[in-house]
């Protein structure tokens, strides 16, 4: 993204910027307009960040994101098992597969 911010605000300041004024020229050097450009790319890109923070705290409030409350993590595997002994085919045993993961 910096890559083509860099080469249109290059485009536009070495297109619209009026050769009068002097600020963040290199002296003795008035044609470079590097330094504007680098500038320019800076600051759409910390304005960019700032927006998309902005966004993030809109999309996910702070009381929404929180620890998962259930401490036990047994439950949890025994609903995966469950998940996915519901999806095995219904030719399958899941016992038979649980008897050889456990001797493994």
Not at 59 to 70: G, R, Y
Request: hydrophobic share 40%.
């Amino acid at each position: 993204l910096s890559v083509i911010q860099n080469k249109l605000f290059s485009w536009f300041i070495h297109t619209f910027r009026p050769r009068e004024n002097s600020c963040l020229l290199t002296p003795g050097h008035p044609e470079e307009l590097e330094r504007i450009v680098v500038f320019w790319t800076t600051f759409a890109s910390l304005m960019e960040t700032v927006l998309l923070s902005h966004l993030i705290i809109r999309a996910f409030p702070a009381h929404e994101v929180a620890d998962f409350p259930l401490k036990n993590l047994d439950l949890v595997e025994l609903e995966l098992r469950q998940i996915h002994e519901r999806s095995l085919p219904s030719g399958l045993d899941s016992e038979s597969s649980e008897d050889d993961e456990e001797s493994k």
